[in-house]
């Protein structure tokens, strides 16, 4: 952790939490654009969350076909797990919001991912609730939406979603993760792993430690040290950052002896993008990236 803990201690023993650091007098966030233009600020990652969501069905393979067509390279999803064991790419852990599984299976309340089969999700139309361009789309499994990724040449910030439904989880996705060849060191700089669950991510550490982790939510301060032994990245929602608090995570190294990095979701406006961008996050997770990418000019 180096000599840059002290910042981070200096928050602590002040007790600052993160809502209550304010931005410095000359982080203006409207500058932020031209900055990066003239290469005076590093332009923060744009990642699709569940793919390019304004504008396909959220975490299908239409949305990180649409995100790739809009030439971004980073996706986000989330991955739970069928009756059956199946390894699914959904953001609910029930079903009715994105599928029509209430038609097709009326008597199955509360219609939970864990409890239909892999065979029966593929059944449901995840596309015509947003748009009846998208009728017919489907609930891809976790292997055919990496194949996608690799045909599509796209990096994935995948979540664990829920894991405390699905004893395990983090181990099966892991070897699917290395049965489809994305554990080789040329795929893990396009991979990083991510949960509200700080045991799961502790989980994929220890299984496989060369993994890009990263956490979602905003830990205390004081708390940083222990959480920066098994994670790469603090991913918090933007409402709770302060360019304070995100100075005090990168003030510590990772597993990996990097500074932590911070990813802020979810920003879908150009006035939040530039807010953020001038607390000099390092990503920025948005439902809209290429509103997000005109907003910081940045290609």
């Known amino acids: 952790m180096h000599t840059r803990v002290v910042v981070a201690t200096v928050a602590a023993v002040l007790g600052t939490a993160a809502p209550l650091l304010s931005p410095a007098p000359g982080a203006r966030a409207g500058e932020v654009g031209e900055a990066v233009k003239a290469g005076k600020v590093t332009a923060p990652t744009v990642v699709a969350h569940r793919g390019a969501s304004a504008y396909a069905p959220e975490n299908t393979l239409a949305s990180i076909d649409k995100a790739a067509a809009l030439g971004f390279t980073w996706v986000e999803n989330d991955v739970q797990r069928t009756k059956d064991g199946e390894l699914v790419v959904i953001h609910d852990d029930s079903l009715p919001r994105t599928t029509n599984v209430k038609t097709l299976f009326p008597g199955r309340a509360p219609w939970k991912v864990k409890d239909f089969t892999a065979a029966e999700i593929a059944r449901l139309d995840a596309g015509r609730w947003f748009s009846p361009a998208y009728a017919g789309t489907r609930v891809p499994t976790l292997k055919q939406y990496m194949r996608r990724v ?83 990245l603090v991913n918090p929602a933007y409402q709770s950052l302060s360019i304070g608090y995100v100075s005090a995570v990168h003030a510590f190294d990772g597993p990996h002896g990097k500074p932590l990095r911070v990813f802020a979701w979810t920003v879908n406006d150009t006035a939040t993008a530039r807010k953020v961008a001038g607390y000099r996050v390092d990503g920025v997770i948005t439902n809209k990236p290429d509103v997000v990418r005109a907003a910081l000019g940045s290609g």
């Open 150 to 232: 690799e045909h599509n040449h796209e990096s994935l910030l995948m979540e664990i979603k829920n894991p405390e439904l699905y004893p395990g989880i983090e181990r099966q996705a892991l070897k699917l993760l290395g049965d489809e060849g994305w554990l080789d060191r040329g795929h893990l700089r396009r991979l990083i792993v991510q949960s509200f669950s700080a045991d799961s991510v502790r989980k994929v550490h220890e299984l496989r430690p060369a993994i890009t982790t990263a956490f979602l939510g905003t830990p205390k301060v004081a708390q940083l040290h222990e959480y920066a032994r098994s994670i790469d």
